[in-house]
Nanobody, 114 residues
C-alpha cells in the first residue's frame, strides 16, 4: 500500500521558517523524482519544488526560489522542504508526490500570519 505522509506544517509569523517532511512507503522511493506542491482554496495545485532521484538536481517555482530548499534522504524514504523567510502568500496545504505516480498524501497546512 502506497503512503505519503506529510508533516511539519503549522502557523508561523512572516519571516519565520518551517521544515516539512514527507515519508513515503509502498513504492521504490529512491528511483523516483519527488515534488512538493501547494494548494489554496479555489486554486489549482501549484508545483513548488522538484528533486531528482539521487538529489543531484533541484528546481523551484520562481515564487519560492532563494527561500525554499528541497532535499531527500533515500535511506529514510523521506523528502524535505525547508522554508525560510515565509510570507503570507505561502499559506497553503503542502503535498508531496512522486513524479509519474498518481498517489497523494493528506497534506500539511502551513499558515503564515501575523
Amino acid at each position: 500500500q502506497v503512503q505519503l505522509v506529510e508533516s511539519g506544517g503549522g502557523k508561523v509569523q512572516p519571516g519565520e521558517s518551517l521544515r516539512l517532511s514527507c515519508e513515503a512507503s509502498g513504492f521504490p522511493f529512491s528511483i523516483y523524482t519527488m515534488r512538493w506542491y501547494r494548494q489554496t482554496p479555489g486554486k489549482e495545485r501549484e508545483l513548488v519544488a522538484t528533486i531528482s532521484s539521487n538529489g543531484g538536481s533541484t528546481n523551484y517555482a520562481d515564487s519560492v526560489k532563494g527561500r525554499f530548499t528541497i532535499s531527500r534522504d533515500n535511506a529514510k524514504n523521506t523528502v524535505y522542504l525547508q522554508m525560510n523567510s515565509l510570507k503570507p502568500e505561502d499559506t497553503a496545504v503542502y503535498y508531496c508526490k512522486a513524479f509519474g505516480r498518481a498517489d497523494w498524501g493528506q497534506g500539511t497546512q502551513v499558515t503564515v500570519s501575523s
